[in-house]
């Protein structure tokens, strides 16, 4: 069980992605994950406070009413192209004092984030998915675009495929001699909360999804970001 930091929210050629950097480890790890999801994690990571609560926000206010707090999360498992986490909540008036969750990896991170609670992978974890920064930029797809969530356009098989198309093809059997070039290759860009609330809007006008993309307006309002 490797200890981990998750610090960034991370634009790459696929999408959003949340970087997992364990600790004492040089590589990381991306979890792709939606426009919304990837707000519920950057607004704490800002100290941004949204008008009103998210759903993660929801959740933590339901879980301290009931006189408990996450102690720990912790990402599990990798297969079928999909992240599996564990969240562990503690609290007298749990059985035992303690139960363990299932679910997604963006919704423990970001119940982890406001609990400040510690972030845990599991060895295998790791060495299954862990890659250089620098291989994002790489990677290249007509079926992912920027601002989609793989999860919503790829098959199981099909995200396991390109998963591992990025780990072998673009990863370290590729590069090969990465660490020895003369001249960095540029990082990814992280967002600010403004960019994040701009592919926000993006997302749900192409959803057709009008009064969420009302509400994202105004808080771009708001930072004095939106576009007429």
């Known amino acids: 069980m490797l200890p981990a930091t998750v610090n960034e929210i991370a634009i790459t050629p696929m999408g959003y992605a ?54 720990k999360v912790f990402i599990n498992d990798f297969h079928g192209g999909t992240f599996y986490a564990r969240v562990f909540l503690v609290g007298n008036f749990l059985k035992n004092g303690m139960r363990d969750l299932d679910a997604r990896p963006s919704d423990a991170i970001a119940l982890a984030v406001r609990f400040n609670a510690p ?28 601002g989609e969530n793989p999860d919503e356009i790829l098959t199981a098989e099909e995200q396991e495929e390109f998963f591992e198309t990025i780990l072998d ?16 290759v540029e990082k990814v860009r992280f967002l600010s909360r403004r960019e994040v609330l701009q ?26 970001g939106a576009e007429e």
């Open 18 to 71: 949340v970087i997992v950097k364990p600790e004492q480890r040089e590589k990381i790890i991306p979890i792709f994950i939606g426009p919304s999801e990837a707000y519920a994690i950057s607004s704490v990571l800002q100290k941004e406070k949204p008008e009103r609560p998210l759903t993660a926000d929801l959740l933590r206010t339901v879980i301290e009413e009931l006189q408990a707090k996450v102690s």
């Open 119 to 146: 972030i845990y992978v599991a060895e295998h974890v790791y060495d299954r998915t862990a890659i250089h920064i620098n291989t994002l930029r790489d990677a290249t797809g007509e079926a992912l675009r920027t």
């Open 169 to 184: 093809e673009l990863g370290e059997k590729k590069r090969g001699t990465e660490e020895s070039q003369e001249n960095p």
């Open 199 to 224: 592919q926000m809007l993006k997302a749900a006008l192409g959803k057709e999804n009008y009064e969420e993309a009302a509400r994202i307006r105004d808080e771009l309002r708001a930072e004095g």
